[in-house]
């Protein structure tokens, strides 16, 4: 992991939002990091590969393409050339990374420990003991934070043979509740149903 390093970048401008000023500190570190590795690659000064003022201005506008990072001030051929390409990969995995917590974030309160059982591993019916709740409310739950986090792991939500029985049933065109119920075993709820229906609904909208 990346340290931060906080004495190149300017002071915190009073109006701008925290989140967006340590997301821009991040991003300035992880440019930093990898202007190092080009620096003993080409053995040359970091300044020279391109300076502190530059990458600032990158992490604040977090351009996406050749074009985009040509525009920032100072960015010249010569310094494409050499980081170009990899300054660009590292912003775009940083956007991801961004969207991904900003999803966290965004998680109303009353099921963010829902989200974090989820997290820890734990099975649907252990995360209904867990917090007392209906398991027609949690999965209700687990829908709301399947939609905000559409990457979460929930493999230990389901067994992994329910699982697939409900796939099966769905990816078959059977788009009704009742009817998926009707024709799986006993053991898989409702609840099972919706959890897996909006899984795979996220999986192919993501």
Known sequence: KYTLDLS???????????LDYENNLELFNNLREERKRFAKKFNQNPEIICSNEI?????????ATPSEIMSISGFTQRM????????????KEHKKSSKI???????????????????KGYTLSEIVNLLKLPESIVSIQIESI??????????????????????????????????????????ISYAK????????SSELNF
């Open 8 to 18: 190149y970048i300017e002071k915190k401008d009073s109006h701008e939002p925290k």
């Open 55 to 63: 990458l600032k201005h990158l992490s604040k506008q977090q351009p």
């Open 80 to 91: 494409y050339n050499k980081v170009g390409e990899d300054f660009l990969e590292i912003i």
């Open 101 to 119: 917590h900003q999803h966290k974030n965004e998680l109303p309160k009353h099921i963010s420990q829902t989200y974090l059982l989820i997290e």
């Open 146 to 187: 399947i939609n905000y986090y559409p990457n979460l792991n929930i493999d230990s939500l389901i067994d992994k043979t329910e699982f697939e029985l409900i796939t099966d049933e769905i990816r078959n065109g059977n788009d009704e509740l009742k009817e998926i119920k009707k024709t799986l075993p006993n053991s």
């Open 193 to 200: 149903i919706r959890i897996v229906k909006v899984a795979l």
